[in-house]
């Protein structure tokens, strides 16, 4: 199945648990064959820039203040500038009204919906809100607190494992609110191009829905830097109506505790959200976004980072290459394995664990299953890239062992 329509239940693509709740249920009781090495979580673990402590400390007084909800000047402008350079922009965010900052883009993406559904205003019940399948999971979170109907789109490899915008019939578009779309895909990694966003734009504008662009992994790629939804605005015309591009610093940085992100683009939309959150979302902390002002002015750190990222990639090719094929990503930091030659990913999760130590997660769990049963992620297992690199390495030689063992 590419897409589902199933008749709406409130929370019927929503999991019971998230994957890693569901991952230790499915190893519980079961030992490890060898020193277990952990590549489940997407959590960095390579440095912090050097420069966030001393930014914290200069700015320590700013912890008894209240921020704005809309945040600093400062870090509207860094975020706006950084959005300049990356993509091209010509100057065309507004740093007043084009970027709202947020505690992680989880939060951004969890409650966008809402304010799609509202400022809408389409007089459904349960408007449609369309993810991609796989998915993160807050997506479908996202669905559940707006009351809205959950469409899955699935992701498969045939179509570079972005979502099927050929598969959507116009009157169920009519119907949407919200479209969640992830560039770097997550978990699979590849990038959304010019085309497929210039196409996606089109039907938001035509259709009347916001397009919720998930960036998190926008500056961990391989060689070339994936193309931005507003980048390809840019080149449209009509400025940045319907478009809301989120990212932060958790992946780009390695400050995922930082939990300090933003929101950008349509100014219209993001001007009536920042009065809604100012009833309903805690403020991001001055000190956070002053370290976020010198993160967005460095690429120093970021480029150091993608090095050891894709190190990392070239020993998983060399290690599983031969056996599986190419395995590289062109962006992220995840190997999206199809293990179907040696059963389905939630067994080999186990055997995994048991036989080698090494704990993955199943593809499964980051996908739902649609209304036939079918779920494009059973074939996959995700494999996290965040080890430092001998670690990684000694992961990699135990699958790669394994794995040619079994074949």
């Known amino acids: 199945m590419t897409a589902s329509s199933q008749a709406y239940t409130r929370g019927a693509v929503l ?77 065309a965010i507004d740093p007043k009204d084009g970027v709202l900052p947020l505690n992680g883009s989880r939060e951004g993406l969890s409650f966008g919906a809402i304010a799609a559904r509202d ?55 009519e119907e949407t609110v919200a479209f969640y779309v992830a560039s770097p895909t997550n978990p699979e990694g590849f990038p959304a191009d010019l085309d497929f966003w210039t196409r996606l734009i089109g039907l938001a504008r035509k259709h009347r829905f916001y397009i919720f662009a998930d960036e998190c992994y926008s500056e961990i790629y391989r ?59 805690p403020q991001v902390p001055l000190p956070a976004q002053a370290v976020a002002v010198r993160a967005y002015q460095d690429e120093d750190h970021v480029i150091e980072n993608r090095r050891l990222y894709n190190q990392k990639f070239e020993a998983a090719e060399r290690h599983l290459g031969p056996i599986m094929g190419n395995v590289t990503a062109e962006g992220g930091f995840f190997l999206w394995l199809d293990v179907s030659r040696w ?41 996290g890239l965040t080890a430092p690199l001998e670690q990684t390495e000694i992961a990699l030689e135990r699958m790669a062992k394994w794995f040619g063992e079994q074949a």
């Open 15 to 91: 999991p019971s648990s998230n994957p890693f709740q569901r991952l230790a249920e499915l190893l519980d009781g079961k030992t490890p064959g060898l020193d277990p090495i952990i590549m489940t979580i997407g959590e960095p673990q390579h440095a912090i820039p050097g420069f966030t402590a001393e930014v914290l400390a200069e700015n320590m007084a700013d912890f008894r203040r209240y921020p704005p909800i809309n945040g600093s000047d400062a870090f509207r402008s860094a975020v706006a500038g950084w959005l300049d350079r990356r993509y091209n922009l010509d100057g």
């Open 119 to 173: 400022q809408l205003a389409k007089g459904l019940d349960h408007p449609v809100v369309i993810l991609p399948n796989p998915f993160y999971q807050t997506y479908a979170a996202a669905a559940h607190v707006a009351d809205a109907r959950a469409v899955l789109l699935d992701a498969v490899p045939g179509n570079n494992f972005l979502p099927d915008l050929d598969a959507l019939d116009p009157d169920l578009l």
């Open 223 to 281: 060689k070339t830097p994936p193309t931005g939804i507003l980048e390809a605005a840019r080149a449209m015309g009509g400025g940045f109506a319907n478009i809301i591009v989120l990212n932060s610093l958790s992946k780009r940085s390695n400050l995922a505790g930082l939990r300090c992100g933003f929101a950008a683009g349509d100014p219209d939309f993001l001007r009536k959200w920042a009065k809604f959150r100012g009833l309903a979302a």
């Open 343 to 383: 059963g389905d990913g939630i067994s080999l999760t186990s055997r995994l664990w048991s036989d080698c130590g090494v704990k993955v997660v199943p593809g499964g769990y980051l996908a739902s299953d649609q209304s036939d049963g079918t779920n494009p992620g059973r074939d996959f297992i995700r494999v």
